[in-house]
């Protein structure tokens, strides 16, 4: 029994086939990296938070979860509304790509992003994954950046302001 596993192993030619092997130079393809097309359920979702109603940000947090906003904030179409939607998520996952936004992105993607910072640092303090500690420093010094950068509009940097304090407890 074995000689037959063996044999099968040996010669099912999973080792040769193409699609496992890495291609170039190692990196992967562009079309890996790119988020999977949202599913209908999830359009739906995404449709309905895009005006921007509490209620429906909520549900699309709490259905998509902070990874899947930071993924799906790397669309143009959808970034307005994933950042939007970050505040609701009651987590510290989805500061880094806050504070980037609000350092880097135009002023009305940078005030979504700061307000929904201020949300997150408003919520009392949980436990929370020390995983996220990278994120959340990340975060702290890219929102510290646009809080000191007279070019950023003054309502991105009084609002990363209020962020970064209500985040001190955090080392921010």
């Not at 938070?49 to 899947?68: R, S, T």
Request: glycine fraction near 8%; proline fraction near 8%; charge should be negative.
């Amino acid at each position: 029994m074995l000689r037959f596993l063996l044999v099968f192993l040996c010669s099912c030619g999973g080792c040769q086939n193409p699609a496992t092997q890495p291609q170039g130079d190692g990196a992967p393809e562009a079309a890996v990296l790119a988020a999977a097309p949202l599913t209908p359920e999830e359009q739906k979702l995404w449709e309905s938070a895009k005006e921007g109603d509490e209620m429906e940000l909520a549900h699309l947090a709490n259905a998509v979860g902070p990874m899947g906003l930071s993924e799906r904030a790397s669309d143009p179409t959808l970034r307005p509304t994933a950042l939007a939607a970050m505040g609701y998520t009651r987590s510290l996952v989805g500061l880094a790509l806050l504070g980037e936004s609000a350092q880097k992105d135009p002023e009305p993607l940078a005030a979504a992003a700061v307000a929904s910072a201020e949300m997150l640092a408003a919520e009392p303090r949980r436990t929370w994954d020390p995983e996220d500690a990278i994120e959340v420093r990340q975060g702290c010094e890219s929102l510290k950046k646009a809080a000191a950068d007279a070019a950023r509009p003054k309502a991105v940097r009084d609002g990363a302001s209020r962020a970064v304090k209500m985040l001190a407890d955090l080392g921010c």
